[in-house]
């Protein structure tokens, strides 16, 4: 028995030569990818190129493990859509089902982020991770503005006592995406992972990414955030 495939899809102000270049390029695509570590470089060669299916005419790609990519130009703006393949396929790849949805979740609206925000800038990140025994919204105060829709305003007292202000870029089931004015108009994505076969407790993450900060300022950035999600997610990683 397999589930209906899974799909997100978002619609990016940029042309679909340009979003696909944003695809296929490994330069481009360490722009908005995931975060930075030691792995970033591999996990785009395996994901991005490796045991991939292209079709440039129709900007279509099939990744590893059956997931695709669509892009249809719509004039200056470009609709994507990536669609899971189904669960029952591979039961390695199942067992890691929910948490693959929502990293790809994250990555697509990166994608539309970098490419509407900053094209061509270079980025900082930081990724934080832990048990989802704490939900990750309401610990950082998110709760008032997790109900809020894409593209509305938002400000408030962060959890590390600095104010946030900007708009809600994206909402999901489980995720919640706001850029951040203080970053350099950044991006602060937070969200769990449900409980799966595994990871049976589920899991929290941050993923904070910065432009034009000097070293100084993402220093502090970094630390007064890794000392914060240390408190609440003691057993949880920061890269």
């Known amino acids: 028995m397999t589930d209906e495939p899974f799909f997100v899809e978002v619609v990016i102000s940029a042309p679909v030569e340009e979003v696909w270049e944003a695809l296929r390029d490994t330069e481009q695509i360490r722009r908005w990818h995931g975060w930075h570590c030691d792995e970033l470089d591999k996990e785009i060669e395996v994901i991005y190129h490796q045991n991939v299916v292209e079709s440039a005419a129709e900007y279509r790609l099939d990744v590893q493990g059956g997931d695709r990519f669509e892009l249809t130009g719509l004039g200056d703006r470009t609709r994507l859509r990536l669609t899971r393949a189904p669960r029952g396929g591979n039961p390695e790849w199942d067992a890691y089902y929910d948490d693959i949805t929502e990293g790809w979740i994250t990555f697509v609206h990166q994608l539309r982020f970098a490419l509407e925000r900053h094209r061509g800038a270079d980025r900082r990140t930081v990724y934080l991770s832990g048990p989802g025994g704490e939900p990750v919204l309401r610990a950082a105060g998110f709760a008032a503005v997790a109900g809020l829709a894409p593209g509305s305003p938002y400000e408030l007292d962060g959890p590390t006592g600095e104010r946030l202000r900007g708009e809600v870029w994206f909402r999901s089931a489980h995720q ?23 990871n049976p407790e589920g899991g929290a993450m941050m993923v904070l990414t910065a432009y034009g900060l000097d070293d100084e300022a993402f220093a502090a950035l970094e630390s007064r955030w890794r000392a914060w999600w240390a408190r609440h997610f003691p057993a949880g990683s920061a890269a």
């Open 176 to 198: 919640l995406g706001l850029t951040v004015a203080g970053w350099g108009d950044g991006l602060l994505v937070a969200g769990r992972t449900p409980a799966s076969p595994a």
